[in-house]
């Protein structure tokens, strides 16, 4: 099963002593340790060991309470990558979601000590201090004793020595690996014990789903659910997904399990009951019905779970903000941004903003010390003016009118950071109509920089844009983008243009000149675009045969010829990236080339879309010039550098 698993090493931690007969696992150990860092621990504890015990190669940490338990080793705290070479190399390898108990057992009997260390008992309701005996590899539990002295937590008073016995009695002193936490051992004798323990406790905590052993074992288990599950929970952790996506995952998740136990009961009744009889056709019903509501929160777990479709799909939580329109008085106000004001920098707004002119009339200024607060008060029509400093936001920009942000001073002088969780830093959400405009300022993202929805109109002007974890900027169908004179760097993607709407809505207008997009994660500009409908394969067709025209067709539309439902959309979209780079071309002249290339040929394709679907509604004297659609004004003078996938991509589903 699992081959090539070291006896009595390699959990996929630095703590790990690497056998000598594996060639190059040693320097692959130093490169991990060179790239440590470990997150902050969410449980409580009052110590935390800074330095590494002698012996051990483990942290410790001491849990807060009365009762005065010893040190316990400091697990919870592995990497993504320590964990997923654990799941992949050494504990579940190939194998099917049947056999998952199966393969978890064997890795155990392999690294885990099988008696003569401590544990501290772990629930919701007490905590208490045994010693290990024996430990029950098949069925993943500790044949465990009371240990001496006895030393228990409990939030219930009434919790005795004698009801702690009588509750072992009944569980015939046998508990679940992952409801044990190690105690500490200098020795390093214990280190892989509590590694491996670690690993089973967060597999069935936040892997493992109890509907996953009925799933189709035609596929590896790992690949098809514990590496997207173990991505977002990392995700998660590291603030790259929404607050609001994280709480529908949640609710989605809750929401299945409760389906499936009510499944898994009517299923039981209906092995008890009579056949034919009229209680049994009833729950049948019920328990179709019970299937089918379990399959769509499946299906949509999935696509959160998925890391490309969670990016493609955009599952960020539109802002509920409204759009609050003009001033009841019809009065346009300037809100001034500045942490402190001082007279000086008060006289030269007044000279170059305020009042460069006589005034007309008067002017409504109202000050603000952050750029949040400043925009929340805006109405349409509003100007706000950040002043030279360093604002660091806790919320998201959601802009729903038509508003002008603009910085005085020079970019570097002006920064605002957004911290906290993976939501948008700045989202123009403006429903029918509005403009916003961002001019002379620099956005340090952690997150999504700037979302430009259906719709919307942005405008950037001679800014800075880096940092972002997602795209620096979203571009969605229907909106228009104007990006001039900017840097988008440092960043996921540099800019993500969606496409992936059905027909009824437009091409986003977009138009880029003389922006340098570099040092992104992935590529400069990403393109996503659908090739499952069968509505493209059919007008190909359709035109090809009618004027015999050359026509610009993405690859993969040719093996298209009918509409896939959900699961078959989720295998398509996980392996269909498609490149486009040229070695021949620069790469300012060939980033810019693609990007119209695309644009132009997406075009096309929605035209052939309305098209038939006029003629279809019995209207064939179409007008051509209402279906064009100017996607772009200009892209052109772009540069595009050193980004890790190159300059344009295309991401088809």
């Not at 410790?60 to 964990?83: C, I, N």
């Not at 019970?290 to 802002?319: A, T, W």
């Amino acid at each position: 099963m699992a081959d090539g698993l070291l006896e009595g090493g390699g959990l996929g931690s630095e703590a790990m002593v690497p056998e000598p007969e594996l060639p190059g696992w040693a320097a692959e150990e130093e490169l991990e340790r060179l790239e440590k860092g470990l997150f902050e621990n969410e449980d409580s504890c009052s110590d935390c060991s800074d330095h590494v015990k002698p012996g051990s190669s483990l942290q410790s940490f001491v849990p807060e309470g009365k009762a005065h338990f010893p040190e316990m080793f400091q697990t919870s705290q592995l990497l993504f990558y320590e964990r997923f070479r654990a799941y992949q190399d050494y504990i579940l390898a190939d194998c099917k979601a049947s056999e998952v108990k199966e393969f978890t057992a064997e890795f155990l009997e392999k690294v885990l000590e099988p008696s003569g260390w401590r544990a501290v008992w772990h629930t919701n309701v007490f905590e208490v201090l045994v010693e290990v005996t024996d430990v029950d590899f098949a069925a993943l539990k500790a044949v465990v004793r009371l240990a001496d002295p006895y030393l228990c937590e409990s939030q219930v008073s009434t919790f005795t020595l004698e009801c702690m016995k009588e509750l072992l009695d009944l569980k015939e002193y046998r508990l679940p690996l992952q409801e044990l936490w190690v105690v500490f051992d200098d020795s390093g004798l214990f280190d892989q014990t509590a590694l491996a323990i670690e690993h089973v406790r967060f597999f069935y905590q936040n892997i493992w789903r109890s509907w996953d052993e009925e799933e189709e074992d035609e596929y590896d288990y790992f690949v098809r659910c514990v590496e997207p599950r173990l991505r977002l929970h990392y995700d998660i952790l590291e603030d790259r997904v929404p607050s609001g996506l994280i709480a529908d995952y949640q609710n989605l998740l809750t929401q299945c399990e409760e389906s499936y136990r009510k499944f898994l009961n009517l299923r039981s009744s209906l092995s008890n009951c009579n056949s034919d009889s009229e209680q049994e056709n009833i729950s049948m019903v019920e328990g179709l019905k019970l299937y089918s509501e379990i399959e769509q929160l499946k299906q949509k777990l999935k696509l959160i779970e998925n890391p490309l479709l969670r990016y493609v799909f955009g599952y960020q939580k539109n802002s509920n903000i409204q759009a609050k329109g003009i001033r009841p008085n019809g009065q346009k106000v300037t809100h001034v941004v500045s942490s402190t004001m001082t007279t000086g920098l008060l006289q030269s707004l007044l000279r170059d903003r305020l009042c460069p002119e006589p005034c007309k009339e008067e002017i409504e200024i109202q000050f603000h010390s952050d750029p949040l607060s400043a925009i929340n008060a805006c109405y349409e029509g509003d100007t706000v003016i950040v002043c030279p400093g360093h604002y660091v936001v806790h919320g998201a920009f959601s802009i729903a009118d038509s508003i002008e942000l603009e910085g005085y001073g020079l970019p570097d002088d002006i920064v605002i950071e957004k911290r906290g969780k993976g939501d948008t830093f700045v989202d123009c959400t403006v429903i029918h109509r509005g403009k916003t405009t961002l001019e002379n300022c620099v956005l340090q993202c952690e997150t999504t920089g700037v979302t430009v929805r259906t719709s919307a109109e942005f405008l950037m002007k001679n800014s800075d844009l880096y940092g972002a974890k997602g795209a620096g900027i979203e571009i969605y169908p229907g909106s228009k983008c104007t990006l001039s004179d900017n840097g988008i760097h440092h960043c996921k993607e540099g800019i993500l243009i969606k496409d992936f709407l059905d027909e009824h809505y437009d091409i986003p207008k977009i138009s880029m000149v003389n922006n340098v997009i570099h040092n992104n994660e992935g590529y400069g500009v990403v393109l996503v675009k659908p090739t499952i409908f069968s509505d493209l394969q059919e007008d190909a067709q359709d035109e090809t045969e009618e004027n015999k025209a050359p026509k610009v067709q993405t690859s993969g539309e040719a093996n298209v010829a009918e509409r896939v439902d959900l699961e078959e959309l989720i295998q398509c979209a996980t392996g269909k990236m498609e490149l486009y780079a040229r070695a021949e071309l620069s790469e300012q002249v060939e980033g810019n080339c693609e990007i119209v290339n695309e644009l132009v040929a997406a075009s096309t394709q929605k035209g052939q879309m309305k098209k038939k679907r006029l003629s279809e509604l019995g209207i064939t004297q179409a007008d051509d010039n209402l279906m064009s659609q100017e996607m772009f004004v200009s892209i052109v003078g772009n540069q595009f550098k050193w980004n890790g996938k190159g300059s344009f991509g295309t991401f088809l589903f």
